[in-house]
């Protein structure tokens, strides 16, 4: 932000920023503006907030290149076109506004405005964190291109240690305001000197690493296996996911659970969701009476969740995870299908059993800025819930059960974050308030759509690890929306991938990682950076992009990019079915799958 000269007006500055050699920050204001967005560019860390609400995407791309002189006019708007197909997104994107948009598209835009005016200088503050890893993978090899065609100088703000392994000659890395180790990345990686640096690579998953004592996907000896569980129940972990003793040993104190006549079966039962929405009609096409379009976001989704389960969904940008999330909760309404809470249909539910919904069920939105009302102080933001649902007989009552759910998500010592509003904490830190707003009503089930995705990984390994506590302890059941196959690899008992609006496949984690069954899973597999490897991820594993959910493909959604694509798959829209005759909890909607 300093390099930019967008820190506020009363933050103090020293030292020096040299670009093209002219000191920046003496010169003030008037020398920043010749030089950002024209010599140094910047892609902010969240989307959401750098996006103007009220103006196009389209519009604001055009803004930097208006403002020096790059194009204007016809120009502009074809360099806006071509900026959007750089970032993989399709030229329509830029009539739409910033809501209108997914958390990866937005990203994207972020990134094809900081490009507008073809800087020599671009920080890319979490450039990756909001993406999916085939668009991850491509946005990387953008970069590199970038960076070696044109000479673009990087500078990548960043806690994915596996993206900085693909990307970075050099790596610099800070705790605390200081820069405590910098070096080649080679050197860090095999030799780290501090030991923060040691504690951050130790930290990061590895996606076949499954057999790790610190959590992960089902090993075929644990202990469902030992206690002859079926493939259903959760597994049981030991709390030592995280490598801070606080959050090993620390356990929040919690409102007593809420009241329930639990029937038996899933917690969460959701069969042929669907989910549209209405497309704008331009004034032609209104006074020609033009079918409306729709946005087919959730086309069909069923799935299930049981107490202490955590199922990762994983996706695409744009393929309807957070929609389907929404709906489950009924923050949106649905077309067709059914979603049961715990035998109760939640489709049909008055206000006041919503209310209760409320409670039992949380949502983890996946922009904490765009979630947490500037307004509010992080006490205020925390002590709303339990004022609505009147938990805590007193102020000072509610103030202890604040500062344990703030100690359980690693903001400790809590009293210092109490008085502050969102805009004076990172993103990371308004990440962490925004879990522990969510678990301090004790739910039974966790939506939590990107919930560490902000983290660096020492973080969100304490904060997954509370998570894996709470499900062994309260049976806590977490359906978590994730780009990170890692993260889900580790953590998750059974994974779904979802690709435009429909499940294509799910099954216990271990086998969706180690024996994919459709092509798209192999393909989000092929993508994924490794911390181990310099070889970037390949990008082209499928063509292009995800299509228009507006005009879905008939037969396989998945046929125009699938690699091993047959001419049925033009005309059979495949259901889920196991791999073999005698079925199992591992499906595919795919016509190879279960095929002689």
């Not at 206690?227 to 490598?243: I, L, S």
Request: proline share 8%; aromatic share 2%.
């Amino acid at each position: 932000m300093a390099a930019m000269g967008l820190l506020p007006s009363n933050a103090s500055v020293s030292g020096e920023i040299l670009i093209d050699g002219e000191e920046a920050l003496a010169g003030g204001e008037q020398v920043m503006r010749r030089h950002r967005w024209k010599d140094v560019a910047i892609v902010f860390q969240g989307s959401m907030n750098a996006l103007n609400p009220v103006k196009t995407v389209g519009a604001q791309i055009i803004e930097p290149m208006a403002l020096h002189g790059v194009a204007r006019g016809r120009s502009a708007r074809t360099r806006t076109s071509e900026l959007l197909d750089l970032v993989g997104l399709v030229p329509s994107v830029a009539a739409r506004y910033p809501h209108e948009c997914s958390g990866g598209m937005r990203q994207r835009a972020g990134l094809a405005m900081a490009l507008a005016c073809e800087p020599k200088l671009l920080i890319a503050d979490e450039p990756t964190t909001a993406l999916d890893v085939i668009v991850q993978a491509q946005l990387l090899e953008l970069l590199m291109r970038l960076v070696d065609d044109r000479g673009l100088a990087l500078v990548l703000i960043t806690h994915d240690l596996p993206v900085v392994a693909q990307l970075c000659n050099r790596v610099a890395v800070m705790r605390a305001g200081e820069v405590v180790e910098t070096g080649p990345l080679d050197r860090l990686r095999s030799v780290p000197a501090h030991p923060y640096t040691r504690q951050l690579f130790d930290a990061v998953p590895d996606l076949y690493d499954t057999h790790s004592e610190e959590g992960g996907g089902p090993e075929a000896g644990g202990p469902a296996a030992m206690n002859g569980a079926d493939a259903h129940t959760p597994r049981r972990r030991a709390a030592a996911h995280t490598p801070r003793q606080r959050a090993e040993t620390h356990t929040p104190r919690r409102p007593a659970a809420a009241p329930t006549t639990d029937p038996p079966g899933p917690l969460l039962d959701v069969a042929g969701l669907v989910v549209h929405y209405p497309v704008r009609r331009s004034l032609p096409a209104v006074v020609a009476r033009r079918p409306r379009k729709l946005v087919h976001a959730v086309d069909g989704v069923s799935l299930h969740l049981r107490d202490g389960e955590l199922l990762a969904l994983v996706g695409e940008s744009g393929c309807g995870k957070t929609t389907l999330a929404h709906g489950i909760l009924r923050l949106i309404g649905s077309k067709a299908g059914s979603v049961r809470f715990r035998g109760e249909d939640v489709t049909s539910l008055g206000r006041r059993r919503l209310r209760d919904l409320r409670r039992r069920a949380q949502l983890v939105y996946q922009d904490p800025y765009e979630a947490l009302d500037p307004r509010f102080r992080v006490r205020q933001t925390m002590e709303e819930p339990l004022l609505i649902h009147g938990l805590g007989s007193s102020r000072a009552e509610r103030r202890e059960l604040i500062r344990d759910a703030l100690v359980g998500v690693e903001l400790d010592p809590p009293d210092p974050w109490l008085e502050r509003h969102p805009h004076e904490l990172s993103g990371g830190q308004r990440q962490r308030i925004a879990i522990a707003a969510a678990l301090i009503l004790r739910p039974a089930l966790l939506v939590a759509d990107e919930p560490v995705s902000m983290l660096d990984v020492s973080v969100r390994a304490g904060v997954l690890g509370l998570l894996a506590k709470l499900r062994d302890q309260e049976a806590l059941a977490v359906l978590m929306i994730t780009h990170d196959l890692s993260t889900a690899a580790r953590f998750a008992d059974r994974i779904a991938i979802m690709y435009l609006g429909r499940i294509v496949e799910e099954g216990p984690a271990r086998e969706v990682i180690h024996d994919p069954l459709h092509p798209y899973t192999r393909a989000l597999l092929a993508a994924v950076p490794r911390l181990e490897s310099r070889v970037p991820p390949s990008p082209r594993i499928v063509a292009g992009s995800a299509p228009d959910p507006i005009d879905v493909p008939a037969g396989c959604r998945f046929h125009p990019r699938c690699p091993v694509a047959q001419e049925r798959c033009q005309t059979i829209d495949p259901a889920l079915r196991p791999a073999t005759p005698d079925g199992g909890d591992h499906r595919a909607a795919c016509v190879l799958v279960g095929s002689p």
